[in-house]
């Protein structure tokens, strides 16, 4: 199938390669200075392309009479008629006001351009990526997007298999700041706990924004917290929402992922021989339109249905559920504003997402206290469902005064609700009486943030924007219980135990006292719940001066003060110099910090953790517990960073090129220990585990974007390269008098360094002409390297031995995602693609020791295999 698929997209490329019909042209202001990142869309339709740092573009159309909009935040908006013209020049005018107008992130300043700032960011055209792109989620297109960005979906993980946890620089999920408007998104109220990337952190589901409601997507590389305050050590990811009017668009993507995975697994290994072909079949549609409201006003709403089934591949006997999480999701998203007057706007932006997701836990295989087998003679794998729902709003007014201050008064509310449900399970201590379903109880995050911002331009100098505020910001975390079944033992009588006295039934073929609680995920009981509550109040000043028009220098100054833990102060200082017309050099300094979150202070649960197959009953004690005081664990406080970088932008011609070096050194990093001994706790459990500031790091490496566009015969053309290399080290543990292999050990600390590969590169080829496009991804990542559960089987788990003999090494990968889009009319597109097409996984190793059971850990491009798709797009 692969080798057929490879053979059309080579033909059809062919193909267009013959095709005609493109425009190109160049974009300047008022000055005559080339505009870099406008937009340049064919009207009425999604089609269009960004201009690059010369403030060129290439874009195929559907005819030579059809109409071009230019658009810039800052700029005003500019309809062309190409009338039969295949070149054009475009000059934009600075506008007084614009409605909905959005400051790039990183910059205050309305007027600063990409290339022109002077710290690294990635400007991604989402509305052009998702026509072509096969990915089903926003994490796994910019894991191909993004030279440093790392989203992988986890399994066995619990929680984490349902929202996937994303890192930036190898850095925490909770060290990445996510915006939407250029305002703070609430985060998720899961901690990741269990096998996964970023465990013992926090972090924003990204996947819970619909992809259609995307205009583009900002990365900001480099360390931000004196600029937008907690969470963004690592960077800041700011979305940037669709404002078109009079466009309905969207789009029916369809597809599966190739259900065998390669290599060879001993007799008997569940899911070595699927019934179909294809597994993970995965349904997505997606609706946006958009109308006017006033004069200069819209609304934009999008709505977007996601259906995919689960994904299986070879496990363990005790893992035969080694997969991917099932997803069926609806998600509906809004973006406005309305004039008010000729200075002023009301805008408002937000939406529902639901989702039911599914995943399966690991197998109780009998003989085991833990199944009654007249319910499940076979043995039976659990399933860990959950109800998921975000909802936001964000509201505000904007004003420019007559003396040009912009002013914008702001409220963000949000919350993430995680409900679980335990499905094909049982609560063994109820035996024969026991339900096979449970609510399971969940979390909930509630965060509300108002702002109040001030900035300007004067005409000092060549140019001076200062701009202040402050940020109030409230967070309210909650655990509430499940049903009584989920996590009580009951007596032989089948009362819930809460005497002494009571006695547990015991299983008749193990002799083993029979535990209570679901089965896969233990509910959250009363003595779990929590509802806490914590304020911030900020404050920050922030100024760009560009004192010639080659040097710009960037100061900015924020002091934070939590109810909770006291105050914080951080600066960042950051300057770029134009050596000439084409090269610039930039370099930043800054202090940064992370708060830590109700989650982590307050999270607590007992649950069973599988170690080599082995269940082992454990607490995971809240940081504010008399347990966690007596084992010497002190309350969190804020991680703090410092973060430097240096780098220079080239523009020759029609190359450009980025590259940026980093150090970022984070001291009290909050992680999860290991697992203590309990036994002598009297609390049922046999470990106990915590969250504490544990560790310092120091994280270096290299961000590189190359890319060149051309126009090719009567086509566009399109190459870029985006690399990331990067190494981090863990330069202190901060045991105190604790066993180190238990509170931070060498497993503990590769999982910790896995979190990006050491290196990762993408080449990126497009083609377009005539009614055909061609895409070409291929993508290599480095050497991960992790330490599974043998490293137990040692006394000494610090020596070199014990290192060696549970060193899981995952060899690098190449994956190639090819796609090829065909103009039906102007109206329909029909896109044929493949995602990893030629099937690749990560290196195989021994599955009864690996942390999640399956014969591969989820890391470089994870678990799933070739995704094949096919996508019909629409616009009218």
């Not at 305050?229 to 029916?252: R, T, Y």
């Not at 009486?433 to 911002?453: C, I, M, Q, R």
């Amino acid at each position: 199938m692969k080798n057929v698929f490879f053979f059309c997209f080579l033909l059809a490329a062919a193909l267009g390669l013959s095709a005609q019909s493109s425009v190109t042209g160049k974009v300047s202001d008022g000055e005559g200075q080339p505009l870099p990142g406008v937009t340049v869309m064919e009207k009425g339709t999604t089609n269009g392309t960004l201009t690059d740092e010369a403030g060129t573009f290439s874009l195929r159309v559907s005819g030579s009479n059809t109409t071009l909009v230019f658009s810039l935040f800052g700029y005003q908006t500019q309809d062309v008629a190409l009338a039969g013209r295949t070149e054009i020049e475009v000059s934009l005018v600075f506008s007084e006001f614009t409605i909905g107008e959005v400051k790039l992130v990183g910059t205050r300043s309305s007027k600063r351009s990409v290339t022109a700032t002077a710290v690294p960011i990635d400007v991604i055209d989402f509305q052009q990526i998702t026509a072509n792109n096969g990915q089903v989620e926003i994490n796994q297109a910019l894991q191909y997007l993004a030279p440093s960005f790392n989203a992988v979906k986890q399994s066995g993980s619990d929680g984490a298999d349902h929202i996937d946890p994303a890192t930036l620089r190898g850095l925490g999920p909770d060290q990445t700041l996510v915006l939407i408007n250029g305002k703070r998104r609430h985060q998720s109220s899961l901690v990741n706990v269990f096998g996964t990337r970023g465990r013992g952190n926090t972090g924003t589901d990204l996947n819970a924004i619909p992809s259609g409601a995307i205009k583009r997507i900002e990365i900001l590389r480099d360390g931000a917290s004196a600029q937008y305050g907690s969470d963004a050590i690592a960077g800041v990811v700011n979305i940037v929402l669709k404002d078109q009017v009079d466009v309905l668009s969207g789009s029916i993507t369809y597809g599966g992922y190739n259900a065998k995975a390669p290599g060879e697994y001993p007799a008997g290994t569940a899911n070595t021989d699927p019934e179909s072909p294809l597994d993970g079949l995965s349904t997505k549609i997606v609706a946006n339109y958009g109308t006017g409201i006033g004069e200069g006003g819209f609304i934009n709403v999008t709505t977007e249905l996601v259906n995919k089934e689960k994904i299986l591949r070879p496990g363990a006997d005790f893992r035969k559920g080694f997969g991917e999480a099932g997803i069926r999701g609806f998600n509906v998203f809004a973006n406005a504003a309305v004039p008010i007057g000729k200075r002023s706007e009301f805008y408002a932006f937000g939406g529902r997402n639901f989702r039911d997701t599914d995943a399966f836990a690991f197998t109780r295989n009998n003989p085991t206290e833990r199944n009654v087998v007249s319910i499940y003679p076979n043995g039976f794998t659990p399933r860990i469902t959950s109800i998921i729902t975000d909802q936001s709003l964000s509201a505000g007014i904007r004003t420019r005064t007559e003396s040009g201050w912009d002013i914008d008064l702001n409220n963000t509310i949000g919350s993430n609700d995680f409900h679980y449900y335990i499905k094909g399970t049982l609560n063994a201590s109820l035996q024969e009486a026991s339900p096979t379903e449970f609510d399971a109880g969940g979390h909930k995050l509630t965060v509300n943030t108002t702002n109040l911002d001030f900035s300007k331009t004067f005409d000092v100098l060549e140019s001076l924007n200062l701009a202040f505020g402050a940020e109030y910001r409230t967070e309210n975390f909650l655990i509430f219980a499940g049903e009584p079944g989920s996590y009580a033992t009951y007596d032989t009588a089948g009362l819930e135990i809460t005497r002494g006295d009571q006695v547990a039934p015991t299983d008749p073929l193990t002799g083993e006292v029979r535990p209570g609680g679901s089965q896969g995920f233990p509910g959250y009981s009363p003595a779990n719940v929590v509802d806490k509550y914590r304020s911030n109040i900020a404050a920050y000043f922030d100024t760009e001066f560009e004192f010639t028009p080659r040097f710009l220098l960037d100061v900015a100054l924020r002091y934070e003060n939590y109810s909770d833990f006291g105050s914080t102060f951080n600066f960042k200082a950051a300057t770029r110099f134009k050596v000439s017309n084409a090269l610039n050099l930039r370099a930043s300094a800054s202090s940064g910090f992370r708060a830590p979150s109700l989650a982590q202070i307050y999270y607590n649960l007992r649950f069973t953790n599988f170690v080599g197959g082995i269940p082992i009953e454990t607490l995971l004690s809240p940081n504010n517990s008399p347990v966690t005081r007596g084992f010497g664990i002190q309350p969190l406080k804020q991680e703090t960073a410092n973060n430097y970088s240096l780098g220079f932008t080239l523009k020759q011609g029609n190359f450009s090129a980025t590259v940026d070096g980093y150090l970022i050194d984070v001291a009290d990093r909050i992680v999860l220990t290991g697992y203590f001994d309990a036994t002598t706790l009297g609390l049922n459990v046999s470990s106990a585990q915590f969250f504490v500031n544990g560790i310092d790091t120091r994280t270096a490496g290299l961000d590189i974007v190359l890319s060149y566009n051309a126009v090719l015969g009567n086509g566009s053309f399109g190459a870029s390269l985006v690399g990331n290399i990067n190494r981090m080290e863990v330069t202190s543990i901060n045991k105190g008098n604790l066993d180190q292999a238990t509170f931070f050990g060498p497993r503990d600390e590769y999982f910790l360094l896995a979190s990006a590969p050491p290196n990762k590169f993408g080449l990126n080829l497009s083609y377009s002409g005539g009614p055909f496009s061609a895409n070409v991804t291929l993508t290599r990542f480095g050497k991960v390297e992790l330490l599974d559960y043998q490293i137990f089987e040692y006394d000494d788990q610090l020596s070199q031995e014990a290192i060696d003999a549970a060193r899981d090494v995952y060899d690098p990968r190449l994956t190639l995602d090819a796609s090829l889009g065909y103009d039906i009319n102007s109206h329909l597109k029909f896109v044929l693609g493949t995602n990893n097409l030629f099937n690749a996984y990560p290196t195989q190793q021994d599955a009864d020791w690996t942390e999640t059971g399956g014969y591969v850990d989820p890391v470089q491009m994870g678990i799933a295999g070739a995704f094949y798709y096919a996508r019909l797009g629409f616009t009218f």
